[in-house]
């Protein structure tokens, strides 16, 4: 079964099944989706010079030689570390595909999507308190339930996570965030419903709550730095992209088997988990050599307890001092060119033999474009009018024996390296990026870009703004600096003058 277990966005445990329904509020989708394509009557790619097996392996031209988390050569200006895992997040609130086999072509029609596409937290909030009363408090199931001290999500005798999505415990910095969204209901169901309500109406209004906060963080802050304020509003305002089919809302391959995927090259080796000038300083890696121990203090991998040496300071994270993400480019960190037995079945290749690029999350997730019969990026790029194209030179370049078309993900990749300067999508990945999350938007009649398009968040120091440091702060009571996206803008080509508020619709 492939994909046992897959990094940063775009995966999960193969074999695990999740039915959802139940007694959660919830959005448009009381069913799961399936996945779809956004341009079915593209040509696909057949083949690509050189292979996923030369490009995606160790030493080849995908190879990011893993620089450190204290490197500065591959530092994100834009895009702190945490908008990483905060993606990675969002991913799984979104798609799983509990049938994925890479030796397969994939009818994206026939492949069940596990997850409902909208941005509704179901991987937070499960099937709810009478169908999965394990996820919340015995004596009050209008609270979530967090571990013993507070620190960690639930978890059963053996150490595995009680939450909604197991693959929210992939890695530690998840499985935090996880933990943080937790105590954000909580709070706000202890300090912002009338007591005199309920608890399954108390309930339904923070449920109510936290999502548009996290639907409104997603449109106004982690799709702006990812695909920059002009994408994701002209995506909303004019929908270039709908659910028309009968089956109702899905989820484009395009977007979860290449676009979405481009978190793949934002994951550094290791980082940083205390706040910066404290000590001791902690860092930790996200995959450390494979003969290493697991389970140690210096390994992000998750599905354990969380030790307190490993527990996250968010302020090293997100905020004004909080250490940069990786730039989006070809390059990968080598951590994830050779996954480690943790991660993969011991009997895959070992790396240093014939089929060492079976371990390249690099190899896989090309090889997974071919099988998802995606189109070439350059087809896809003539497509979308106003795209930027880039020449065969600079898609090709310092790629021995690359020629012709290029595979959809690494087309994303080096067209944000290209025209970014890899610090955020653009062209193609943003257009696919964007569309996709407007129809999701647009689709779920309980967002609250249908319900109310000019609401307000509420819960932050202050009226009409929310980011994720104003949630930790709101959450923990501590004290993040907030980032202005617009100050760190200087690099991204846009026309004069002040760049305008996301458009609510």
């Given at each position: 079964m492939?994909y046992?277990?897959?990094?940063?966005?775009?995966?999960?445990?193969?074999?695990?099944?999740?039915?959802r329904?139940?007694?959660?509020?919830?959005?448009?989708?009381a069913?799961?989706g399936?996945f779809?394509?956004?341009?079915p009557y593209?040509?696909?790619?057949?083949s690509?010079?050189?292979?996923?097996?030369?490009?995606?392996?160790?030493?080849?031209?995908?190879?990011?030689?893993s620089?450190?988390?204290r490197?500065?050569?591959?530092?994100?200006?834009r895009?702190?570390?945490?908008y990483?895992f905060?993606?990675?997040?969002?991913?799984h609130?979104?798609?799983?595909?509990?049938?994925?086999?890479?030796?397969?072509?994939?009818d994206?029609h026939a492949?069940?999507?596990?997850r409902?596409?909208?941005?509704?937290?179901?991987s937070?909030?499960?099937?709810g308190?009478?169908?999965q009363?394990?996820?919340?408090?015995?004596?009050n199931?209008?609270r979530?339930l967090?571990g013993?001290?507070?620190?960690d999500?639930?978890?059963?005798?053996?150490g595995?996570?009680?939450?909604?999505?197991?693959r929210?415990d992939?890695n530690?910095?998840?499985s935090?965030?996880?933990?943080?969204?937790?105590m954000?209901?909580?709070?706000?169901f202890?300090?912002h419903?009338?007591?005199?309500?309920?608890?399954?109406?108390r309930f339904e209004?923070?449920?109510?709550?936290?999502r548009?906060?996290?639907?409104?963080i997603?449109?106004n802050e982690f799709?702006?730095?990812?695909?920059g304020?002009?994408?994701?509003g002209?995506?909303?305002?004019h929908?270039?992209?709908?659910f028309?089919?009968e089956?109702g809302?899905?989820?484009?391959?395009e977007?979860?088997?290449a676009?979405y995927?481009?978190?793949?090259s934002?994951?550094r080796?290791?980082?940083?988990l205390?706040?910066?000038?404290a000590?001791?300083?902690?860092?930790?890696?996200?995959?450390p050599?494979?003969?290493?121990?697991?389970?140690?203090?210096g390994?992000?991998r998750?599905r354990?307890?969380v030790?307190?040496?490993?527990r996250?300071?968010?302020?090293?994270?997100?905020?004004p001092?909080?250490?940069?993400?990786k730039l989006?480019?070809?390059r990968i960190?080598?951590?994830?060119?050779?996954l480690p037995?943790?991660?993969?079945?011991?009997?895959?290749?070992e790396?240093?033999?014939?089929?060492?690029?079976t371990?390249?999350?690099?190899?896989?997730?090309?090889q997974?474009?071919?099988d998802a019969?995606?189109?070439s990026?350059q087809?896809?790029?003539?497509h979308?009018?106003?795209v930027?194209?880039?020449?065969?030179?600079q898609?090709?370049?310092?790629?021995?024996?690359?020629?012709?078309?290029?595979?959809?993900?690494?087309?994303?990749?080096?067209?944000?390296?290209?025209l970014t300067g890899g610090?955020?999508?653009?062209?193609?990945?943003?257009?696919i990026?964007?569309?996709?999350f407007?129809?999701?938007?647009?689709?779920?009649?309980a967002?609250?870009?249908?319900?109310?398009?000019?609401?307000?968040?509420h819960?932050?120091?202050?009226?009409?703004?929310?980011?994720?440091?104003?949630?930790?702060n709101?959450?923990l009571?501590?004290?993040?600096g907030?980032?202005?996206?617009?100050?760190?803008?200087?690099?991204?080509?846009?026309?004069?003058?002040?760049?305008q508020?996301v458009?609510?619709q």
């Amino acid at each position: 079964m492939d994909y046992k277990y897959n990094p940063a966005h775009g995966g999960g445990y193969g074999p695990s099944r999740f039915d959802r329904g139940g007694d959660v509020p919830r959005g448009r989708f009381a069913e799961t989706g399936r996945f779809g394509r956004m341009l079915p009557y593209l040509r696909s790619l057949k083949s690509f010079k050189p292979g996923p097996a030369e490009l995606g392996k160790v030493g080849g031209p995908m190879d990011g030689d893993s620089p450190g988390p204290r490197d500065t050569t591959q530092n994100n200006p834009r895009i702190k570390a945490g908008y990483t895992f905060l993606g990675q997040f969002i991913d799984h609130d979104l798609t799983l595909d509990a049938t994925s086999t890479l030796e397969q072509q994939i009818d994206p029609h026939a492949t069940r999507n596990f997850r409902t596409p909208a941005l509704e937290l179901d991987s937070v909030y499960g099937l709810g308190p009478k169908v999965q009363p394990y996820l919340y408090e015995k004596n009050n199931p209008g609270r979530l339930l967090l571990g013993p001290d507070g620190a960690d999500v639930p978890r059963n005798s053996e150490g595995i996570a009680l939450i909604g999505d197991p693959r929210n415990d992939e890695n530690i910095v998840v499985s935090q965030f996880h933990r943080l969204m937790l105590m954000f209901h909580n709070k706000v169901f202890d300090d912002h419903t009338d007591p005199s309500m309920g608890i399954q109406e108390r309930f339904e209004e923070a449920q109510h709550l936290v999502r548009w906060h996290y639907q409104w963080i997603v449109v106004n802050e982690f799709l702006p730095r990812t695909v920059g304020r002009r994408a994701i509003g002209r995506a909303l305002e004019h929908m270039p992209f709908r659910f028309t089919d009968e089956r109702g809302a899905f989820m484009p391959v395009e977007f979860s088997v290449a676009a979405y995927r481009f978190g793949h090259s934002q994951v550094r080796p290791g980082y940083l988990l205390s706040a910066p000038g404290a000590e001791p300083v902690r860092a930790a890696g996200i995959f450390p050599d494979v003969a290493d121990a697991p389970e140690s203090v210096g390994d992000l991998r998750g599905r354990r307890a969380v030790p307190p040496e490993l527990r996250i300071d968010w302020e090293a994270f997100f905020g004004p001092t909080a250490q940069p993400g990786k730039l989006i480019d070809i390059r990968i960190s080598t951590a994830l060119l050779r996954l480690p037995n943790t991660v993969l079945d011991p009997s895959t290749a070992e790396v240093g033999s014939a089929d060492a690029t079976t371990r390249s999350l690099a190899a896989r997730n090309l090889q997974r474009g071919l099988d998802a019969r995606l189109p070439s990026g350059q087809d896809v790029a003539r497509h979308f009018r106003g795209v930027r194209k880039l020449t065969d030179a600079q898609i090709w370049n310092a790629v021995p024996g690359g020629e012709g078309p290029a595979p959809l993900w690494f087309y994303i990749l080096r067209e944000a390296e290209v025209l970014t300067g890899g610090q955020r999508l653009a062209g193609v990945g943003a257009q696919i990026v964007a569309r996709t999350f407007a129809a999701i938007l647009e689709a779920d009649k309980a967002s609250y870009v249908v319900q109310e398009p000019d609401w307000q968040p509420h819960l932050g120091p202050v009226e009409g703004r929310f980011t994720v440091s104003d949630l930790v702060n709101f959450t923990l009571g501590t004290n993040l600096g907030h980032e202005d996206l617009q100050a760190v803008e200087t690099a991204e080509s846009r026309p004069a003058g002040t760049p305008q508020p996301v458009p609510a619709q």
